[in-house]
């Protein structure tokens, strides 16, 4: 019965899906001036004035009230030219349009005689708050992102209130996944990982829309934040940017050295050896950094000015200021001990719009991405001498945009988007998983030989006739390979690895097909409505495996010497799934814009197929190897010799059942109350909803487990989404002329957060997993304050200050899983989060003067948690604490200063600039990570150079493995560049 009523619910939904099928959500890409026109002498309406944006086919005839509005208006500086028969005609500049908001204007117009050409110009000043905004949002402009000493999006979005970043950016206190990113009003997240799926580059975009606070109901699939970007449409004139520049990490910092060689020595206080290390600053020689970035807009040549085009294209090299050097080849051989960058990163995008303006009323836009990222080594302390053992990383992606934008009437208008989102990422050691070094034998006594020889191969046969020990040896001269997992360990306590490498390939894209159709109306000048629908269309394809040593056929024994092998499907080394979920949304929102306080309000219904499948029998889950008798066989009750096993895919089709799909509904509600024409009050609530991201869903598909499997976590394509209920109360207040004050208080309660289930038993004694569950809860508290100084007397100046109270039950999905095969109790009081920085301080300041011009940013952050742990030599006794809470420990906090300075030149329509951008001005060493018994990344007490015997097999010495340059931030980095503007 609850099931059925369960069906009847989810048909009801998609009724109402279907009947907005012919919608779509989008997030909002442009704005809206409204206002009104009246005579200055009467203060009397002025119906039939014409109002319009210059450059542009956008404007609206006054109504007979005196009001208009103009819709669909990207965002953008504009000049608003009102004209009428009988009044001198008002030009009024540098009016400032954000993306969702409405910039109001009111013209008095001048009575003239008729054959008066006189013009009005006024201009327009920006102002400092904004009486619609019923929510907590930021919106930076590309002429404000150009003055800040940032190269990337993330830089920007890590300076505004409300934004931590902790491995990954935080909005208000929610987990790095909980954010939506969106450009040019299409999503594109990687909904496998929740990061950002496509490059924009700085000098792409048009505006960033941060909002922290509750959004819209027209935003979906995000609990903590939406960031979206509006990119550069090209004009009708011609314009042009080239940039480049070359930078190096400059630091006397010790944290970074790296040993040249190791000498024996005598430790004067005992006589015995003593390892000596003699190293080198790596920073003191050139760390290369290389940028070269262009961009150029305007109308495609021999087509008139109905097409226009904007191009942007980067190449970024950067060594990375973590180093280590080749003493040791991943197969142990010996390397050619020189320097290698072990953070190195590479990237290379493109992106084109194309703008087809039909008519005044029809414009088409084609926006495509396109990047390529490489990572060749990851920072792994242990391979600091063995550097090219650790995997490199490639990303490629390409997305393609869409739109028709078609201007219905004055009032209405509507957009279609259709939108392609790629993205690959690959990992590996060695692009061929077969690859193998080459193998020489080396005898008892000494003596080496190839067996691949003629010669070698009869030695080889008389050595195993004659049972003589020997061993194989990789020859130094050989080609480079995989070697035998064994050898990953390193020689000796308290030593870098000599050899040994990661064994593991990664395959994966993720990719969707997404439509969209968004209609906005203002049906009276007090109702702007809009409604949407959006389907999206995934195939998640992932491909896993991790080496193992070949066998010989027919027998359980390794080939000798090791030869690599991907083992089947069927095993615990082989994953591979191509999932196709589906997804459909739809909304409808209302801003309310009365005299005396405006109101968004809104509802959205989100509906998600997993179109995935969980285990029948969660005791007994694996198609392949199961462990009762009724799942292998076909007859269990016949004697074993006539008892017929099922293959594995009709298992498939009785041991996995489908999941059923998930909806809700999630109301919205904002509402702006201005106090004073300087000061607004604005409160807002709403609920969220997120799946989670998908690689919990598909983790470990077809559920494989064998009598070895001990503690484990499946992916669970039944998990539900994860809510958030939000509320906020905030006060906007224009202080003087020039200064404006944002302040805000939040609270967040959030459920379902994925963790992981208690363990499930198997008919097999101790055999047992988990699986991903929505569990975890987290609350979070707070205070965001904005304070910004507009540009005036040659400076501008902007603060950003965050408080929040961030705690939860895990900070990880798999921390509750990690604490139980500990034999830990259940958390049952909340805990801060990792990621819970109380205090989080931005200041920019930015000042120009005849052409030149300085820019700078100061930050302060106070410390994260950690778990702190019993330093050794510490008091003991039975009252002695001997573990310490989770996160109950401060990391020391961090500060750091950048600094751009800019000097331009002109020549005829020709803008030159030279600039310099110094990062971490003052060469501060901030400390990311920390020793758990000591609080601090300089030492520990578990690690005493002074008590530890010389051993000739360590590699490195003890000082410097017990010295972690990772857990250090980035040193002071400075770059020089020039350029070039039209």
């Not at 609990?223 to 940017?241: A, C, D, F, L």
């Not at 604490?819 to 120009?848: A, C, G």
Request: charged fraction near 20%.
């Amino acid at each position: 019965m609850k099931e059925r009523s369960m069906k009847k619910r989810q048909g009801l939904y998609c009724l109402i899906f279907l009947g907005w099928m012919v919608q779509s959500i989008f997030a909002g890409t442009t704005g809206k001036i409204a206002g009104k026109v009246y005579d200055a002498n009467t203060k009397q309406p002025l119906p039939g004035a014409n109002v319009m944006l210059e450059n542009t086919a956008l404007g609206a005839s006054v109504e007979t009230d005196g009001h208009f509005s103009i819709l669909n208006v990207p965002p953008g500086t504009y000049t608003l030219k009102v004209s009428m028969m009988g009044y001198k005609q008002v030009l009024l500049e540098k009016v400032k349009v954000s993306i969702d908001f409405t910039t109001t204007v009111n013209v008095a117009m001048e009575p003239t005689v008729l054959t008066s050409q006189e013009v009005v110009t006024i201009q327009a000043e920006r102002p400092l708050i904004q009486k619609d905004m019923t929510g907590s949002l930021v919106s930076v402009a590309s002429e404000e992102i150009e003055k800040l000493p940032v190269t990337e999006i993330r830089d920007v979005l890590a300076l505004q209130a409300g934004v931590v970043e902790s491995e990954g950016l935080h909005i208000r206190g929610g987990r790095s996944t909980e954010i939506a990113y969106w450009v040019d009003g299409v999503p594109t997240t990687d909904v496998f990982s929740g990061n950002m799926g496509v490059t924009v580059e700085n000098a792409s975009v048009k505006e960033l829309q941060v909002i922290s606070g509750t959004f819209n109901a027209e935003y979906g699939q995000a609990m903590s934040g939406i960031v979206n970007i509006i990119t550069k449409e090209g004009s009708e004139r011609y314009t042009g940017q080239f940039r480049t520049y070359v930078g190096d990490y400059v630091s006397g910092s010790d944290k970074f050295g790296v040993l040249k060689r190791v000498e024996v020595g005598t430790d004067p206080k005992t006589g015995s050896l003593k390892a000596i290390g003699i190293e080198e600053n790596p920073l003191t020689h050139l760390n290369p950094i290389y940028n070269v970035e262009g961009s150029l807009g305007g109308p495609v040549p021999g087509l008139g000015k109905k097409l226009t085009f904007f191009t942007n294209g980067r190449f970024f090299s950067n060594e990375g200021y973590l180093y280590g050097r080749d003493w040791f080849k991943p197969t142990g051989v010996p390397g050619d001990s020189t320097l290698v960058a072990m953070n190195p990163y590479q990237r290379a995008n493109v992106q084109c719009k194309l703008k087809y303006q039909w008519n005044p009323h029809v414009k088409t836009t084609y926006n495509v991405f396109w990047n390529e990222d490489k990572q060749l080594r990851s920072y792994e302390h242990a391979n600091k001498y063995n550097p090219y053992g650790t995997p490199k990383h490639f990303d490629q992606g390409l997305t393609q945009i869409l739109t028709l934008n078609h201007v219905l009437s004055q009032n209405t208008f509507y957009e279609f988007k259709l939108s392609r989102f790629y993205h690959k990422y690959t990992q590996y050691v060695y692009k061929n998983p077969y690859a193998k070094p080459h193998y020489l034998v080396k005898t008892q006594d000494g003596f080496i030989f190839d067996p691949d020889t003629e010669e070698g191969k009869i030695r080889l046969n008389a050595l195993i006739s004659a049972r003589e020990p020997f061993e194989y040896i990789v020859d130094p001269n050989g080609p480079e390979g995989y070697i035998h997992h064994t050898l990953d360990l390193p020689p000796t306590s308290y030593s870098f690895n000599n050899d040994g490498m990661n064994r593991d390939h990664i395959y994966q894209t993720t990719a969707y097909l997404l439509g969209k159709f968004d209609l906005t109306s203002q049906v009276t000048p007090i109702h702007q409505v809009k409604l949407g629908g959006e389907a999206r269309f995934y195939q998640l394809k992932f491909h896993q495996f991790t080496l193992r040593p070949k066998l010989k056929e027919n027998a359980d024994e390794e080939i000798v010497p090791y030869e690599p092998e991907i083992k089947p499907l069927s095993s615990l080394f082989h994953w591979k799934y191509d999932e196709r979920p589906r997804e459909f949304s739809a909304y409808i929102q209302d801003k309310i814009e009365l005299k005396d306080f405006i109101v968004n309000i809104g509802i959205r219904l989100d509906y998600f197929n997993a179109n995935g499948v969980i285990p029948a029998d969660p005791t007994d889950p694996n198609i392949y190897y199961p462990f009762k008798v009724e799942h292998i066989y076909r007859n269990p009750n016949d004697p074993d010799s006539l008892r017929i096993a099922y293959t594995p895919e009709e298992r498939r089709a009785f041991m996995h059942k489908k999941v059923s799909a998930k909806s809700q509904l999630s109301p919205r509600l904002g509402i702006a109350y201005p106090i004073t024409d300087r000061g607004v009050i604005h409160f807002s609530y709403g609920h969220f909803f997120q799946i989670p991201t998908f690689n919990f869903l598909y983790d470990r598909p077809d559920f494989k487990i064998d009598a070895s499997t001990r503690d484990v976590i499946m992916g669970n394509a039944d998990l539900a989404p994860q809510k958030t209920v939000q509320y906020e109360i905030g006060l906007q207040q224009q202080l003087t002329n020039d200064i404006g004050m944002d302040i805000t208080l939040f609270y967040r309660d959030v459920r379902d957060w994925v963790s992981t289930s208690a363990m499930i038993s198997t008919p097999l004694p101790g055999v047992q997993y988990a699986k991903w569950e929505n569990k975890d809860y987290s609350n979070v508290r707070g205070l965001t304050l904005s304070m910004t100084k507009r540009y005036s007397n040659h400076f501008s100046s902007k603060l950003d200050y965050y408080y929040q109270v961030a705690e939860g039950t895990y900070s990880n999905p798999s921390d509750a899983f990690l604490s139980l095969i500990q034999n830990r109790e259940p958390r049952l009081k909340l805990i801060p989060m990792s990621w819970d920085q109380r205090h989080t301080l931005n200041v920019t300041f930015t000042y120009d003067y005849k052409n030149w011009m300085a820019s700078l940013i100061a930050s302060y952050y106070t410390g994260r948690p950690y778990t702190p742990t019993v330093p050794k030599a510490a008091v003991v006794g039975t009252a002695a604490l001997t573990e310490f809470e989770d996160n109950s420990r401060r990391m020391p906090s961090r500060k750091n200063v950048d600094l751009l300075i800019r000097k331009t030149f002109f020549l005829g329509q020709m803008r030159y600039a030279l600039f310099a951008n110094i990062y971490n001005l003052f060469d501060i060493e901030n400390e990311n990570g920390v020793w758990s018994d000591t609080g601090t990344a300089d030492y520990t007490t578990t690690i005493d150079p002074e008590k530890i015997s010389y051993d000739p097999n360590r590699v490195g010495t003890v000082e410097d493995f017990r010295r972690i340059s990772g857990f250090y931030g980035e040193p002071r980095r400075i770059e020089l560049g020039v350029m070039v503007e039209f």
